[in-house]
């Protein structure tokens, strides 16, 4: 691959293009935190016991679903990089072969189903907790193949620079959540109050809602005549393989990341009871807030970095990472910034008023604004790396960084030292600042520079 040399590129030509491309993404990821947000500030009605089972749950039925969701996201590197070569219908292929890829997050729900009754008993969570964790979780895996189906959709729309069908879709799916988790959460307009099962429910009916209004624009749409998304739809043995090679380090990477942050939340952090579980997913709600905007140029930068690889130009692509590096930075440290500051004031104000899970949640807070700016450096190289391609070293890097030193840290902390909730959340500022300077370092070296991702048929 022959890289070009950065020629008629302004000095704001790249924030341009990483806006452009990210902030319908951002308001997309934005609405999936205002609905998660949503679900914790209604179920908070319900008591201290509920907002703890729901934080838990939604944390593992998320977490188990990433194989999958990490595997069907790299339809972006995919699209993205037939786009630069403007292989259009390759888009679109690509596009049905993560589709196909899907249907196994339905067989995945089915298997997780026995196993939620011991996963949760063996978080020694008071029987209450649990028992409202198990139904929560086994209503949520309902939704594992829209949201494995609206995963790969929407990676193709940002991959041909349309994020903004999946950022509307998302908002009416927002909207709709919103008033099912009233409905039902509380029982209005005639329906039972369901409560935690409620909110579970709502959550699987706006996923269905959203993969199918993406799979209507998709074989619909007039826009998208020239991917010729409905000639294209046979299964491809040689690109879907392309897409597992590639995809399940990806997935692999997600998963380790995720899994080990839901062992830290209900091994570690919920082992101190209650309280400090509830602290913690009021924490974890708010840094949504300042980090799912990261994702979303995550996902932006993802699909620009495997255009302009595709296109041979690699020099712009670490170009236009770098900007997004820059905006990631101000905005999150930004945020750190409110919530250190106002932190307090917010939890009391918008979900508990018990004093230890105020003072609790403010001083996770605290550390959650110290180490803002670094995790926008991780969720942005993470994106570049995968639209390069490089995740079988990012799976490799995740599981040494998680299991090897985040984990036993963030015990060593907790436990021995007396540190509890608190010391585990130091653990974890210290692992989040460290990481940031190891994925810099891999994006910074270009030892993805030569990587190809499709094999000879794709040429």
């Known amino acids: 691959m022959v890289s070009v040399e950065l020629k008629d590129d302004s000095r704001w030509s790249g924030v341009r293009e990483v806006m452009n491309m990210s902030w319908p993404i ?64 390759n888009c679109a292929r690509y596009a049905w072969q993560g589709l196909y890829l899907g249907l196994f997050a339905g067989l995945l729900a089915l298997a997780m189903w026995p196993v939620a009754p ?30 494995a189906w609206g995963t790969a959709l929407a990676a193709f729309y940002q991959a041909i620079n349309r994020p903004r069908v999946p ?37 699987v009916i706006s996923q269905y809602f959203q993969a199918a209004l993406l799979h209507l624009v998709f074989i619909y749409a007039p826009s998208l005549k020239e991917y010729a998304t409905r000639r294209v739809f046979r299964f491809d043995p040689a690109r879907f393989k392309e897409l597992v090679r590639i995809g399940l380090p990806s997935g692999a990477a997600m998963f380790l990341d995720i899994f080990n942050w839901g062992i830290f939340t209900s091994y570690v ?40 690889i595709g296109k041979g130009d690699v020099p712009r692509a670490k170009s236009r990472t770098y900007t997004a590096i820059k905006i990631c930075v101000v905005y999150m440290a930004g945020m750190g910034l409110i919530f250190g500051v106002f932190g307090e004031s917010l939890i009391r104000n918008i979900f508990s008023a018990d004093p230890g899970v105020v003072d609790l949640g403010h001083k996770l807070l605290v550390l959650a604004a110290f180490f803002q700016a670094f995790d926008a450096i991780n969720i942005t190289c993470i994106g570049a790396l995968r639209g390069a391609g490089d ?12 299991y090897a030193f985040f984990l036993p840290l963030a015990t060593v902390l907790s436990f021995p030292l007396g540190g509890a909730a608190y010391g585990a959340w130091i653990g974890a500022t210290i692992y989040i600042c460290a990481v940031s300077g190891i994925l810099f370092w891999r994006f910074w070296s270009e030892r993805w520079r030569h990587i190809n991702i499709f094999s000879e048929h794709g040429k």
């Open 391 to 402: 995740t079988r070293w990012m799976m490799i890097a995740m599981f040494i960084g998680a």
């Open 167 to 203: 950022m509307y879709i998302a908002i009416v799916g927002t909207a709709l959540n919103a008033l099912l988790n009233y409905i039902l959460i509380f029982g209005k307009c005639g329906f039972p109050a369901l409560g935690v099962n409620g909110s579970a429910t709502a959550t």
């Open 26 to 89: 951002v308001l997309g990821s934005l609405s999936f935190t205002i609905m998660e947000f949503t679900d914790k500030w209604m179920v908070s009605k319900l008591g201290t016991v509920p907002l703890a089972a729901v934080g838990s749950s939604s944390l593992w039925s998320y977490t188990l679903s990433t194989i999958i969701l990490g595997i069907v996201g790299c339809v972006s590197t995919f699209a993205a990089q037939s786009l630069g070569r403007n292989e259009k219908e």
């Open 118 to 147: 011991p996963l949760f008993w063996s978080m020694g969570h008071n029987p209450e907790t649990t028992e409202l964790e198990i139904i929560f979780f086994k209503i949520r895996l309902f939704g594992y193949l829209p949201m």
């Open 269 to 308: 952090v919920g082992h101190f009871g209650d309280v400090s579980l509830a602290a913690h997913n009021i924490a974890i709600s708010f840094m949504h807030i300042s980090f799912m905007p990261a994702v979303a140029v995550n996902q932006g930068i993802a699909a620009i970095v495997g255009q302009w």
